[in-house]
């Protein structure tokens, strides 16, 4: 081979291996989502989609898996173009330039793919982060701006990156980490995509608090219905902006192509945007089993070491408006019900001016 031809090889190689790279992990987690999204799904049709939140999220969920599922198999497709190219096309064609150039345009529709997908899944896991804390400040909806703000700023510069994503060149620079505005919106993207759900975490961290000040910890007994959901939005809110966090730095962190920091850097964004497309989906079963996300994972949070007996156990609390009941009267009684029938009636001074009595746990279950 002369030089030239060498070196296309070694780009081809090279470029075979990020994929392959990319495919195993992406491979794994798949397998995960579907297990998770049958369990998912199984779930939701035993509870009924009687109620708009309950339809709402379980459309989410399959929509985010029919997203996954393209972008698996634009993965897939990828590595099985450049396996036909060395394999079982013609090999004296192979370490030609413009077989290259050949690969590159049968490719790069599956990038388009990934691009887009992996857009509209941070899209939608985004929604719904800032959705569950607009059900949660129902009364207060000013202190919605900047997460709303943020979500929208998020939204234009992924599609103003989506529309500049329609060359090949552009694609190349992206991942090769030039310096070029279609990276600079990138970042910015993912960036402003992490900002948005940090705020709306803690804003939702601030309402647990708000409810176990009111409230009060009881020494004995397991933890409220609205505690423990409470709590499992805001561990589900933290490990989403884990999973966010190292794509922000590793897109704004100049990397060398084809070195061995680049092949981590790609199994990691993979395994990022695998876990993204899963998150609300893992929101249903958590919240569905009503565990927390330590709980679920087999570790002892303490918050329930001692249960009550059967016949005071909470029904099960499905998806929805997150609300806090009002005083009992002598006329009726308060118990613990869908979620997602009532339209929240949260009222910190309704709740302020009753006395914290041992029942706590069913005067304040949600509707």
């Not at 092949?263 to 249903?284: E, G, R």
């Amino acid at each position: 081979m002369t030089p030239e031809e060498l070196a296309n090889v070694t780009i081809i190689g090279r470029s075979l291996l990020a994929n392959v790279v990319s495919v195993i992990p992406a491979t794994l987690l798949y397998g995960m989502f579907i297990y998770l999204f049958g369990h998912s799904t199984a779930i939701t049709i035993h509870r009924g989609l009687r109620s708009w939140p309950a339809r709402v999220m379980f459309i989410t969920s399959l929509t985010t898996f029919i997203l996954t599922s393209l972008l698996w198999g634009a993965f897939i497709a990828a590595l099985l173009i450049q396996l036909k190219a060395g394999l079982v096309d013609d090999l004296a064609e192979f370490a030609q330039k413009r077989k290259l150039a050949a690969i590159n345009a049968q490719i790069f529709p599956c990038m388009v793919i990934e691009n887009w997908v992996d857009q509209l899944v941070i899209y939608i896991s985004d929604g719904i982060v800032v959705w569950r804390a607009w059900v949660l400040f129902s009364e207060e909806r000013w202190m919605m701006m900047l997460p709303a703000m943020l979500l929208l700023a998020s939204i234009a510069t992924g599609l103003a990156y989506l529309a500049l994503m329609s060359s090949l060149s552009a694609f190349i620079a992206v991942q090769l980490r030039q310096a070029t505005i279609t990276l600079n919106l990138v970042t910015a993207n993912l960036a402003l995509s992490f900002a948005t759900n940090v705020v709306a975490t803690l804003m939702i961290l601030y309402r647990l608090w708000r409810h176990r000040r009111i409230v009060g910890v009881k020494a004995l007994g397991a933890p409220s219905a609205v505690q423990k959901v409470l709590v499992t939005l805001v561990e589900s809110g933290a490990f989403y902006c884990a999973v966010q966090l190292p794509r922000v730095i590793l897109y704004a962190s100049p990397v060398k192509p084809y070195t061995p920091r680049y092949y981590v850097t790609q199994v990691i964004l993979t395994i990022a945007s695998m876990l993204t497309s899963m998150y609300p989906t893992m929101v249903i079963v958590l919240v569905n089993q009503h565990r927390t996300m330590v709980e679920f994972f087999g570790f002892d949070t303490g918050l329930g070491r001692t249960r009550r007996p059967i016949d005071e156990e909470h029904h099960p609390v499905t998806l929805g408006h997150l609300s806090f009941a009002r005083p009992p009267t002598s006329h009726t009684t308060t118990h613990l019900a869908d979620m997602s029938s009532t339209r929240p009636e949260y009222s910190d001074s309704s709740i302020e001016k009753r006395p914290v009595s041992g029942n706590n746990d069913k005067e304040m279950a949600p509707f």
